[in-house]
């Protein structure tokens, strides 16, 4: 419970988080905010609010710490009737414009006519989860990791701290964010380039609940476009790919190791923000970058406290499922984007005439297509000598439990006959050829962990650990040595007889 502050104290703090400007407001956006500068604004913002507390939920490569701006007006996740959401910015330490949102969303929260939000959402805000790139204005993390790309294996401490904070409190909403680079060569040599001020995505792998995508697509992201274009801010929906002369655009990604999709196959109801990059420089405009990253944040706050309890009801009742293991009991573990016969109208600018275009691109690909499914089995067998896969499984903090074979199980193995490497657009992965073989173990039960794939993560599970995957353990360097040709996959499958 928070202290009782006599009301006259209160007042005044109320006051004074109002004069509190951040770092750019004060140097009128000349400069972008800087870790020190970031940390004392923050605890600033702390001491001024008895809504707000800090905690430093991890340390980055070199030793910065890693914030999480806490708002509740209660004790933080103990309100069992309020909806949890979380918003982290700056995976990319060159896209500063998500912190700088970040902050001001943070200073916008505790006007005393946003307090009402709190009646119903505990928020986290974390401005920046990657201090040491945001130093050094470079994408990578102090060890040049894309954390990005980097939420499967989870080698690096920075989406370590993220995803232990996220499983601690289970967020039903959550949002990264990020600014895309409408500057490529390729699209200024055909003329023109991308020209949205704030772009929105939301998770696409099939293997998140259905029930998840379509709230996400046919009402969130309506009304955060809306949100948007109410405060005079252009968006659109995030769209990689192109230039589309000579390459197709994709409706978004689906792989599961980026912030957005490995929140959402826990069956989050998870978005991904980006705004548009400088040119030269990564502060020019960077005052309406910021206030256009902080509205589009502020939209989901919105649209979580509207629609709280049929969020809240929906993604409990979705994880469910998952934890029961009942959810999706095929798991697509390689998939491609494929066309939906529908043309995309982008808006572009016209390098030629400097003014807003419209683009028809024919060759647009928004439907993500399961190429190959797997029957999910009841567990995976892990052996205790394979020590990356181990660390591994102590790194997702997946939940593990002894192994009693039971006179209802069957144990299957792949045995790999050839190894062949196939294009997922543009990501040259391997591709083996198996043979499904049943084994009885030869070896002790105490010599393997047993990974249930009835929890929260057991799709993430499916996906990390099945040799086929386009998206697995195998498919990254450490783990290379799980796919040989002529032997056997270490990583077995449980299922039941009569499956
Ligand atoms: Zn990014």
Request: with cysteine; glycine share 6%.
């Amino acid at each position: 419970m928070k202290k009782l502050l006599p009301i006259f104290l209160l007042f005044a703090a109320t006051a004074f988080a109002q004069e509190i400007h951040t770092p750019p407001e004060k140097n009128n956006f000349t400069k972008a905010t800087s870790y020190d500068e970031l940390s004392a604004f923050i605890r600033q913002l702390d001491q001024a609010s008895e809504m707000l507390t800090l905690e430093i939920i991890g340390k980055s490569v070199q030793g910065r710490n890693l914030y999480a701006m806490k708002f509740s007006t209660g004790d933080f996740g103990k309100d069992h009737s309020k909806i949890k959401v979380l918003i982290f910015a700056q995976q990319h330490g060159n896209e500063q414009s998500g912190k700088e949102g970040a902050l001001l969303l943070a200073k916008a929260l505790l006007k005393p006519e946003n307090k009402y939000l709190f009646d119903r959402i505990d928020l986290v805000i974390i401005p920046q989860i990657n201090p040491d790139g945001s130093e050094a204005n470079q994408r990578r993390n102090g060890h040049e990791a894309d954390l990005n790309r980097n939420h499967v294996i989870m080698t690096e401490p920075e989406t370590m701290a993220l995803h232990k904070l996220f499983d601690r409190y289970l967020f039903e909403v959550t949002m990264d964010v990020h600014e895309y680079y409408p500057y490529d060569e390729n699209w200024m040599k055909h003329g023109y380039r991308k020209n949205t001020e704030i772009t929105l995505g939301v998770t696409t792998n099939t293997n998140v609940s259905s029930k998840i995508r379509k709230l996400s697509n046919e009402k969130a992201l309506p009304f955060l476009h809306k949100n948007l274009g109410n405060c005079g801010f252009s968006s659109f929906v995030y769209c990689p790919g192109g230039p589309p002369d000579i390459n197709y655009i994709r409706h978004s990604t689906f792989d599961i190791n980026d912030g957005r999709q490995s929140l959402g196959i826990q069956n989050t109801l998870s978005f991904i923000q980006e705004g548009m990059n400088g040119t030269d420089s990564f502060i020019e405009n960077l005052k309406r970058r910021a206030e256009g990253q902080m509205t589009g944040m502020m939209g989901l706050i919105k649209y979580s406290y509207k629609n709280y309890r049929k969020i809240k009801k929906m993604v409990a009742d979705e994880r469910a499922t998952l934890i029961l293991g009942k959810s999706n009991p095929q798991v697509s573990i390689q998939s491609e984007h494929v066309a939906s016969g529908k043309k995309l109208e982008l808006p572009v600018l016209s390098l030629k005439t400097g003014s807003d275009s419209v683009i028809t691109v024919s060759d647009y690909r928004p439907v993500v297509k399961s190429l190959c499914d797997v029957a999910k089995p009841e567990g995976y067998l892990i052996p205790k000598t394979s020590k990356p896969l181990v660390d591994w499984v102590g790194r997702q903090s997946v939940e593990v439990l002894p192994y009693n074979n039971q006179d209802n199980f069957k144990i299957e193995q792949y045995f790999i006959s050839k190894v062949d490497s196939i294009d997922f657009e543009g990501d040259i992965v391997a591709n083996p050829t198996l043979e499904t073989r049943e084994i009885r173990l030869t070896v002790k039960e105490e010599d393997y962990l047993f990974i249930p794939t009835a929890q929260l993560k057991g799709n993430l599970i499916v996906i990390a650990l099945e040799s086929k995957s386009m998206l697995g353990l195998a498919t990254y360097k450490d783990f290379y040595y799980l796919l040989k040709k002529g032997e056997n996959f270490p990583v077995l499958r449980v299922v039941k007889s009569g499956n």
